[in-house]
């Protein structure tokens, strides 16, 4: 088998690969939180989660440090802050949302070493890993019940981020993405510097085409569009959070 990229997403500890022969009978500890997220402020977003998430973060994008292209983000916090929606008993904020990489901790998936699109693994963080919980694998290596709903988050996640990839290239394509450098807070007039991060310019995207704004339409690129630029307005809600 090809050398696998085990490289940790953020927030995570070690990972390693699931195998039937290493991790048979093993399960994941009880108790799991979601401290981890803590020094976080920012997680990947898929396109698809935008109309939920738009009620509860700012929706970003900013370019991904291994490949250099735009991802969606949920802003989670400002500053080296961390993450406002968490608290120091790994418990996420009440009524909100929370992102489908946070969701599917502490597990993964790694593509191969050599850039293969279709071959990925399932990983896990080694020390969630407890030889007393319920099995994640059964004697073939096949997902157990304790797995299956996990398994099956990590596979739709990976579809999504598919599709999202598209989404994103379209916006670039179409030459949408511009910076996002600073916002002023309203009632408060306070004014935000943010680095790092794109948003899409709306004067740009109101001078397209009526071909251009159909191809957005069609696939639901406008409706993710309208709902990253109404999420902005949750920038305001992290500025409250921050002076509390």
Known sequence: MAELTLTSPPGYGKIVMMQRDAHAGLGVKPGL????????????LSAEEFRVALFHYPIAF???????????????GLGDRGNFFVDA??????DTYVPGY???????LSRRADGQEGVLAVCVQED?????APALLDSDGNPTDAFKAQHELLRGMEDAQRRTAAFVAELE??????????????RTNTQLHLQGLMRVDEEKLHALSPDAL???AQPGYLHAVYSHLSSLANFARLANIAAK
Do not use: Q
């Open 214 to 216: 159909h191809g957005l």
């Open 173 to 186: 394509r179409l030459e949408l993405l511009v910076t996002l450098n600073d916002l002023i807070v309203p």
């Open 102 to 108: 946070v969701r599917r901790y502490p597990f993964c």
């Open 89 to 94: 008993n790994g418990k996420w904020r009440e």
């Open 128 to 132: 969630c890993l407890d030889a007393n």
């Open 33 to 44: 939180d979601m401290r981890w997220t803590a020094g976080l402020n920012a997680v990947f």
């Open 62 to 76: 900013t370019r991904d440090s291994t490949s250099g292209r735009p991802i969606p983000i949920a802003i989670l």
